[in-house]
């Protein structure tokens, strides 16, 4: 189902995550092509937060192995890994913002931890940062209680992309977006793509996105990738959850 | 080094040409390495400062110590302009910083221009200027008024805590009216739950602590009392002393270190999440809902555990009479028969409710008054054991002027 892909910037081979005895993925095999936006796709529950958690390593697996711009991440030393979780950035479901720090020190915490740059770079870098995901400068001193959930993952994305990471996982990114919103993000998502050559590994369940940003689809189902392609292959998929999700009445709406 | 001005000298411009020379070969090496550099070529009455080599975050303290050098520049030429065609990596820190070059040198009345930008990064860069330039500057500077000011909320603060507690005490008690009309909406299992928490769970680490305090006060007073040869003593002053005050009051401020500061805990994350103003969307009383069980639960439990603290203090006591003062368990028991009366463990188990009122409110105070923040929960936690055992030992002393005048 899954060729081999010579340029793969994350390369999962028969992953198994069991939690206690329910078995969520199940040997599942998975490339990401360098610079590519990849939607996730896949029915609620069939573990598709808990495979990208798997790749960051939040959650442990019970076998198979993980590659991220060529780094075994089983094997590789605890300084190794700091240089691949610095090349990555990662925008959680709820923006996982920091509570007790502001829209500015949350954006500029991973840069103050890894580069030693002035304070007028940082806020200069912080404002460019808030730009680019659609707010004004004027948020910087607000606490994330005092943002609306739209703000909350625009700021978490920001964070996500301080430091210009190459590769972002995205869980859900534009929930809880209006279309608007979810549209821009979608741009940006592109733009960003684009510019920076970044690798997008996006969770999503939001048919527009999948039509307008992603490159390639992979769906989940049954602890397995049941399908890898373009929108245009998964469409003409005879599998009844497929077919059902791009060919039925909400996604008929879809203006392609 | 080419400076600010200069006159038109012959011996300058071949100085230059050799400079560009020099600098181009530097750029060539420059950008083999992938370090970044921003040199100055003049071009006729302009000047092009080429940028080169990888122009992202890791540079950037470099890069931006660069830009400022190259800031200087502005005013000096007529036209000058940026060449980024030999920048082979460009991230939002660099896009950034030649968005600053430009417009500082923009600013100098000179219109400077981007050149040689690859289509790649165009969007960067177009992306970066909208940045509006101002940087919003946090001012938090430390003054004597500031730190007065300060204080004097501090102390105003305090009013408003004794309100708070007294509004709580309302609350409370009007939900416990409501729920005595209508017993339906009492809540055994929650209640029963937290009691689980609060007192069963409570019990080891009460009894342990209890007991070694009590084989503590033991073996000092063995230890002070032998020199007047008055050894049996000890166990009128233990008894006494476990019974009416060390008891309760230590059981009390274990309590409210574990338990007012869990309920804190739990209502403060609840109110950040907005479980409890989904409670009340509902139709639902959160003071009934979550409060009053705990409170009851609370109540209840100070006493068994109060009871059962006294109980482990005595017989660790009891315990180091018989093996460090060679105290008879039997002699111990008829002596303290006779020091203690019903009316000690009444005044000591009297409080225990009470106590358990007081760490139950100011918990649950503190828990609603919770912000959206972690530090808030934490700070909010604190202030809860704080406060809990500051009003556990104001009570206990309001207690002892009590039972003083009524000759108890």
């Known amino acids: 189902m899954v060729g081999e892909i010579s340029d793969a910037i994350i390369r999962v081979r028969n992953i198994t995550v069991q939690f206690g005895k329910t078995r969520i993925l199940d040997g599942l095999n998975l490339d990401v092509k360098r610079g590519e936006i990849l939607g996730f796709v896949g029915p609620s529950g069939a573990g598709k937060s808990v495979l990208t958690r798997t790749i960051i390593g939040l959650v442990p697996k019970v076998a198979g192995s993980i590659e991220v711009f060529g780094v075994d991440l089983d094997k590789a030393s605890t300084s190794e890994r700091r240089g691949v979780e610095r090349r990555w950035g990662v925008l959680f479901q709820q923006g996982a913002l920091f509570s007790s720090l502001t829209v500015r020190q949350n954006i500029q915490f991973p840069v103050r931890e890894y580069l030693n740059l002035s304070q007028r770079l940082l806020d200069e870098v912080m404002i460019a940062k808030l730009g680019m995901v659609g707010l004004k400068p004027e948020v910087a001193d607000r606490f994330p209680s005092e943002l609306s959930g739209g703000m909350v993952k625009r700021v978490a994305l920001a964070r996500a992309l301080a430091l210009d990471p190459e590769l972002v996982f995205l869980d859900e990114p534009t929930s809880g977006l209006d279309p608007i919103g979810a549209g821009d993000f979608d741009e940006l998502v592109r733009t960003l793509q684009r510019t920076l050559g970044l690798t997008v590994f996006m969770v999503t369940h939001d048919l527009d996105s999948l039509y307008t940003a992603c490159d390639r689809i992979a769906v989940l189902g049954n602890g397995k990738i049941i399908a890898a392609g373009s929108i245009a292959e998964m469409k003409a998929s005879q599998h009844p959850w497929l077919n059902q999700y791009f060919n039925g009445k909400r996604a008929r709406s879809v203006v392609v | ?408």
């Not at chain 2, 929650?190 to 007192?199: D, F, K, W």
């Not at chain 2, 225990?352 to 007081?358: E, K």
């Open chain 2, 1 to 408: 080094m080419i400076s600010g001005s200069w006159s038109n000298d012959r011996f300058y411009k071949a100085m230059r040409r050799a400079g560009a020379y020099l600098l181009q070969a530097k750029r060539e090496t420059a950008i083999v390495s992938g370090d970044p550099t921003l040199e100055r070529i003049a071009q006729g009455n302009g000047l092009a400062l080429c940028a080169a080599g990888s122009w992202t975050a890791r540079f950037a303290p470099v890069l931006e110590k660069m830009v400022a050098d190259a800031e200087k520049l502005r005013g000096s030429r007529p036209n000058i302009f940026i060449d980024v065609s030999q920048v082979s990596k460009l991230d939002t820190f660099g896009a950034w910083l030649i968005e600053r070059l430009r417009r500082s040198l923009t600013d100098g009345g000179i219109e400077a221009k981007i050149a040689g930008l690859s289509a790649n990064y165009a969007s960067l860069v177009d992306e970066v200027r909208r940045v509006k330039a101002e940087p919003v500057i946090e001012t938090r500077s430390v003054t004597i008024t500031g730190m007065l000011e300060q204080i004097g909320r501090s102390v105003a603060g305090v009013g408003g805590t004794l309100v708070g507690l007294i509004e709580m005490l309302g609350a409370v008690l009007a939900a416990a009216g409501r729920v005595f009309i209508r017993p339906r909406g009492f809540r055994l299992t929650s209640t029963i739950h937290h009691l689980e928490q609060v007192c069963w769970r409570a019990v080891p680490i009460v009894v342990l602590i209890t007991f070694l305090i009590g084989c503590i006060i033991s073996q000092q007073g063995i230890f002070h009392f032998r020199k007047f040869g008055a050894d049996i003593f000890v166990v009128d002053m233990l008894g006494v002393l476990v019974l009416r005050e060390i008891g309760v009051l230590l059981v009390a401020i274990m309590v409210a270190g574990r338990s007012g500061s869990a309920y804190t805990a739990e209502l403060g994350s609840m109110k950040m999440r907005e479980e409890i103003d989904a409670l009340r969307t509902m139709g639902f009383d959160p003071i009934e809902v979550l409060i009053l069980p705990r409170m009851l639960a609370l109540v209840l439990a100070l006493p068994i555990l109060a009871f059962l603290g006294a109980m482990a203090a005595l017989y660790g006591g009891g315990l180091v009479a018989y093996l460090y003062g060679g105290v008879d368990p039997e002699a111990f028991l008829l002596r303290l028969r006779d020091a203690i009366s019903i009316d000690h463990f009444i005044v000591g188990i009297i409080k225990a409710p009470v106590m358990a009122a007081v760490i139950g409110i100011v918990a649950c105070v503190e828990g609603l008054a919770v912000q959206g923040s972690a530090e808030s929960l934490g700070q909010h936690t604190t202030s809860s054991v704080v406060k809990g055992i500051f009003f556990v030992i104001v009570m206990d002393g309001v207690f002892a002027i009590f039972f003083a005048s009524i000759g108890m």
